[in-house]
T-cell receptor
Framework: EAGVAQSPRYKIIEKRQSVAFWCNPI?????LYWYQQILGQGPKLLIQ????????DSQLPKDRFSAERLKGVDSTLKIQPAKLEDSAVYLC???????????FGPGTRLTVT | GENVEQHPSTLSVQEGDSAVIKCTYS??????FPWYKQELGKRPQLIID?????GEKKDQRIAVTLNKTAKHFSLHITETQPEDSAVYFC??????????FGTGTRLQVTL
């Protein structure tokens, strides 16, 4: 079984620029999550999708962050414009519908200068 | 869900000794308690989990205990090995059905 795929693995941008991350979940996993993990902290949920619908985006800074999962499979997370404090690892995870076990991708390390 | 406190933040043990990491939570409706291991620069990996209807679960050298009355759960690693060195995160789901992670414990197993 292939794992959760993410790209790019690393990204360096200047503040006020925009950036997008891509995630491909494990095949058949209807639930997809995006987390932000700041250095030295645990992952923090940004948004949760069930198929192509948003279940929870209460911690997503909607003035600059957006995410979509148009066909219920792949997902993209966008930041525009980026701030210095957005420097973090962005992790994508997926799970089967109705289960709690989440499987993480390798993450995208974003550095904002 | 909600608030999860994790202790200690760092833990150093000698190879072969046991390691214990504890987490406390506030949401009495919490029903799922996973533990993740994250090696440097790698993804968090689920190593063991427990549900609210079970008090203890064991998988080889790893065990997790849950005390619902006291609202805390613990990870126990016995016969530690150098490859156990990593950051360990507890997490739980509560009424919001979303994972809330602890702040992490950096475990160092020394020879």
């Amino acid at each position: 079984e292939a794992g959760v795929a993410q790209s790019p693995r690393y990204k360096i941008i200047e503040k006020r620029q925009s950036v997008a991350f891509w995630c491909n979940p494990i095949s058949g996993h209807a639930t997809l999550y995006w987390y932000q993990q700041i250095l030295g902290q645990g992952p923090k949920l940004l948004i949760q999708f069930q198929n192509n619908g948003v279940v929870d985006d209460s911690q997503l800074p909607k003035d600059r962050f957006s995410a979509e999962r148009l066909k219920g499979v792949d997902s993209t997370l966008k930041i525009q414009p980026a701030k210095l404090e957005d420097s973090a690892v962005y992790l994508c995870a997926s799970s089967w519908t109705g289960t709690n076990e989440q499987y993480f991708g390798p993450g995208t390390r974003l550095t904002v200068t | 869900g909600e608030n999860v406190e994790q202790h200690p933040s760092t833990l150093s043990v000698q190879e072969g000794d046991s390691a214990v990491i504890k987490c406390t939570y506030s949401d009495s409706a919490s029903n799922y308690f996973p533990w993740y291991k994250q090696e440097l620069g790698k993804r968090p990996q689920l190593i063991i989990d427990i549900r609210s209807n079970v008090g203890e679960k064991k998988d080889q050298r790893i065990a997790v205990t849950l005390n619902k009355t006291a609202k805390h759960f613990s990870l126990h690693i016995t016969e530690t090995q150098p490859e156990d060195s990593a950051v360990y995160f507890c997490a739980n789901t509560g009424t919001a059905s979303k994972l809330t992670f602890g702040t992490g414990t950096r475990l160092q197993v020394t020879l």
